[in-house]
């Protein structure tokens, strides 16, 4: 049997009960819920979380070869889990996904692995820090100075990750709102990484120095049933501020954003503050993708155009979606990423 169809499988007991994108919409009965005032501890919470039903380990560089040639990477893990209960080797009901990704002006190498928990072949331990599937890995004896690595069939990457700011609590204090309902997830970001390393291309290697964003989040039912998509920017603006924002697309569309100023101070902004608004479409796996959008922040001054390095960079992953590097001008200039799902 394909290994991606053993893996939706196992998903099923989930997606039968789907609803919001990727199931994620679906009531995480007997699954523990983020409360308000819980507060966030470091290391232990770079580690997993069981008794929640939804996770992930997400990060996202721009990158600049030694031509000026722009590239983005990405590398991510999700957990999921088909039971609240605590189980060993195959019984474990955790499911681990990997997504690795190389974006280029004109290329998109994507690649996705799949493990079952409790055997080895996926994971996370919190101190020395060690995300792995298979042999990818995101390890370090601290979370501020790791080693990333990936293959796929025709890309790997090889890069160094050193922190040069503090841990971002996205939200209130890391508890992240994602809808009117109250739907909500723990959130913390780390925006300052440095990264260095190798590209191994088709044409070879390619040596490049840029940013990298990690993202971290838990929960059990972290969207609304009616919402359908996201689309979710993490902007490195050139003089040192970032700032995050989504937009949960349903009934009604949900935002939130966090300014994050050069030194890490954090500003969290609540529904209607951030603005995003489609301003071209293109034709992308059959579908038809935003990749041109006006950004806007009216608090802090930001009104910025954002758009696609590579209007392509379609994630053909068992659930997919689009994921690239995009380029800022307006405003504020700088580069970030873009995240987009739900676009049927």
Do not use: C
């Amino acid at each position: 049997m394909n290994v991606r169809v053993f893996f939706l499988l196992l998903w099923l007991p989930i997606a039968a009960q789907a609803q919001g994108f990727a199931g994620l919409g679906a009531t995480g009965d007997g699954f523990a819920v983020p409360e308000r005032g819980v507060p966030l501890t470091f290391p232990a919470d770079h580690g997993p979380h069981p008794d929640y039903r939804i996770e992930w380990w997400y990060l996202t560089a721009t990158l600049t070869g030694p031509d000026g040639t722009p590239y983005g990477l990405q590398w991510t893990l999700f957990r999921s889990a088909l039971a609240p209960e605590a189980g060993a080797g195959w019984d474990a009901p955790q499911l681990w996904m990997g997504h690795a990704a190389v974006t280029t002006p004109d290329r998109h190498f994507v690649t996705e692995r799949l493990a079952r928990g409790g055997v080895g072949q996926a994971g996370v331990t919190a101190s020395p820090f060690v995300a792995w599937i298979d042999d990818w890995q995101m390890a370090g004896d601290t979370f501020d100075e790791m080693r990333l690595t990936a293959t796929g069939p025709d890309f790997a990457y090889d890069m160094a990750l050193l922190a040069n700011g503090p841990l971002v609590l996205q939200g209130d204090a890391g508890y992240s709102v994602k809808s009117a309902a109250g739907q909500a997830s723990y959130y913390y970001s780390q925006p300052f990484f440095d990264i260095s390393g190798t590209l191994v291309l088709p044409e070879g290697e390619v040596p490049v120095t840029g940013q990298a964003w990690l993202d971290r989040e838990w929960s059990s039912q972290p969207l609304a049933s009616d919402q359908t998509g996201w689309d979710w920017f993490s902007l490195v603006f050139d003089d040192g501020a970032r700032l995050m924002g989504f937009a949960l697309r349903g009934d009604d569309t949900f935002t939130a954003a966090t300014w994050i100023a050069p030194d890490g101070q954090a500003t969290a902004y609540p529904d209607g503050a951030f603005q995003a608004e489609p301003l071209s479409q293109s034709t992308v796996a059959g579908r038809q993708i935003p990749t041109r959008w006006q950004v806007r922040l009216p608090d802090k001054g930001i009104d910025v155009t954002v758009e696609a390095l590579n209007e392509a960079a379609w994630m053909d992953v068992s659930v997919p979606y689009w994921e690239g590097p995009v380029m800022v001008s307006g405003s504020h200039s700088g580069r970030g990423y873009l995240e987009m799902t739900g676009y049927e």
